[in-house]
């Protein structure tokens, strides 16, 4: 009896170990796709589509040469409409006027640190400015016509000569046209820029302005 009884434990030992050993087969079998890390396949095929090659792709093709140009022509755009809207605080009779040039310059300056911040960090050049407040703007078109709405030097040495009713009337003039400029600027932008945040400042320019021209056409008594 004791021999057989050893030759059954020797057979059902065999038998636990072959099945043993076709669980661990299996499971090698399943997790042959997983990742070192733990990650299924395809978890591992989605990280390396958001690896580092796949996003320098998405940073290059974030922007195109429209939005270079809107951001580098906006600035000097802007700087200037800031540059009258200073003028108004000292020559404004009007107090909606002055109220108006502070609007524009608390809406115009954070933009202007805005668009400087895209284009350093596009590696784009940001327009110098001028300290008199009326620049050289590069965006000039050197057959001598400017960007759309930009006054002058002489329209801007004309302002700073007004005050009172004088000026107030000359501001509105020159700031619709300024305006007006900036709106033309910001469609294109809107309707040929990639980059998201651009065009989303656009369409709020082209808003924005919009009704303050309406504002200052109320003004002016049209």
Not at 116 to 121: D, E, F, N, R, V
Not at 157 to 172: E, N, Q, R, Y
Request: charged fraction near 20%; include cysteine.
């Amino acid at each position: 009896m004791a021999p057989r009884r050893s030759v059954l434990r020797r057979t059902v030992a065999l038998a636990s170990a072959a099945t043993a050993a076709v669980v661990l087969a299996a499971c090698g079998s399943s997790d042959s796709s997983s990742s070192p890390s733990g990650h299924t396949g395809h978890d591992a095929g989605a990280m390396s589509t958001a690896g580092p090659s796949g996003t320098a792709s998405a940073a290059q093709g974030s922007r195109n040469a429209q939005d270079v140009s809107f951001a580098q022509g906006m600035i000097p755009h802007h700087r200037q409409a800031v540059a009258m809207a200073d003028l108004a605080s000292s020559r404004a009779k009007s107090q909606q006027v002055k109220d108006l040039a502070a609007k524009i310059k608390q809406a115009q300056d954070p933009e202007i640190n805005t668009l400087s911040g895209w284009l350093k960090a596009w590696d784009a050049k940001v327009p110098d400015a001028d300290t008199s407040g009326m620049e050289s703007m590069p965006g000039m078109d050197h057959s001598g016509s400017s960007m759309p709405g930009m006054m002058s030097n002489d329209d801007m040495g004309k302002l700073k000569g007004l005050s009172g009713d004088a000026f107030d009337k000359a501001f509105l003039q020159m700031m619709i046209r300024h305006h007006e400029g900036a709106i033309a600027m910001a469609k294109t932008e809107r309707d040929k820029g990639a980059y998201g945040p651009a065009m989303t400042m656009a369409k709020s320019i082209v808003t924005s302005q919009s009704s303050e021209i309406t504002g200052m056409d109320e003004m002016l008594g049209k």
